[in-house]
């Protein structure tokens, strides 16, 4: 290969990587204001209405859903120092550890003087239902319902890394039976009677009211034809 043909295929190779690099370069900026956007969108659909302490969660409780509304909640709680606010509630549950660090932000809201409101339109169901709690007043749509049920564990690996496993989660089920009892009139001993062996335990608004899981059922009538 003579020098300068050497030279003109040198170049070419030059070019091409580089035109590679400015592509990939360029495709990783798109992702990023990808992701960004529809992290805003997200957290619009699903987290707030409006500025005046309104907020919703209508999906699983994940670490992803509730970062959303942990930011969002404390960016508000920043420009409306105790101001009264309401949480309303469609959920059918999700990450149990997820849950418990909601349940503390909205706890921490509270002790910082907000009045805390959350209402039930749909479902409150398993790690949602122990997020009702964590309200000062606690609502429930009267065609809504609240589900109760034993922690899944899916362990799986070693035996010894199996029995840590269903220890944790034992231990996690315990708290969370303990935080339902402590705001209602059920008793650990019913629970368990209720939802051990993998029983699914459904409460309408009527009976949730009836043993003291929520404050209020809200009946509103449907407008005439």
């Known amino acids: 290969m003579s020098a300068a043909l050497a030279f003109i295929f040198f170049s070419c190779a030059q070019l091409t990587f580089a035109q590679n690099v400015k592509a990939k370069a ?4 798109i992702n990023r204001v990808e992701v960004k956007r529809s992290f805003i969108s997200a957290e619009r659909r699903n987290s707030v209405v409006g500025d ?23 960016e508000w709680s920043a420009e409306n120092p105790d101001s009264p606010l309401r949480l309303m509630l469609n959920s059918p549950g999700g990450d149990v550890l997820a849950s418990f660090a909601l349940v ?7 002790n910082k003087g907000h009045k805390l409101t959350i209402a039930v339109y749909g479902m409150a169901a398993s790690a ?5 709690q964590a309200a000062d007043y606690r609502i429930i749509g009267a065609n809504s319902t609240i589900l109760i049920h034993e922690v899944s564990s899916g362990s799986e690996g070693p ?8 220890a944790r989660s034992q231990s996690l089920q315990d708290q969370f039976l303990k935080l339902l009892a ?15 062996g993998g029983k699914d335990w459904w409460l ?5 009211k009836k043993f003291g899981l929520v404050d209020e059922i809200e009946n509103v009538p449907a407008p005439a034809n």
Not at 26 to 29: E, V
């Open 26 to 29: 360029q495709s990783a900026s």
């Open 52 to 74: 005046q302490g309104n907020f919703i969660l209508y999906e699983p409780i994940t670490q992803a859903s509730v970062l959303r509304l942990t930011m969002t909640l404390e």
């Open 104 to 110: 503390d932000e909205l706890n921490h809201l509270r």
């Open 128 to 132: 949602a239902a122990w997020v009702l």
């Open 159 to 166: 035996l010894s890394e199996m029995k840590a496993s269903i």
């Open 182 to 196: 402590k705001r209602s009139r059920l008793t650990v001993k019913l629970m368990h009677a209720r939802i051990d």
């Open 204 to 208: 309408s608004a009527d009976e949730a």
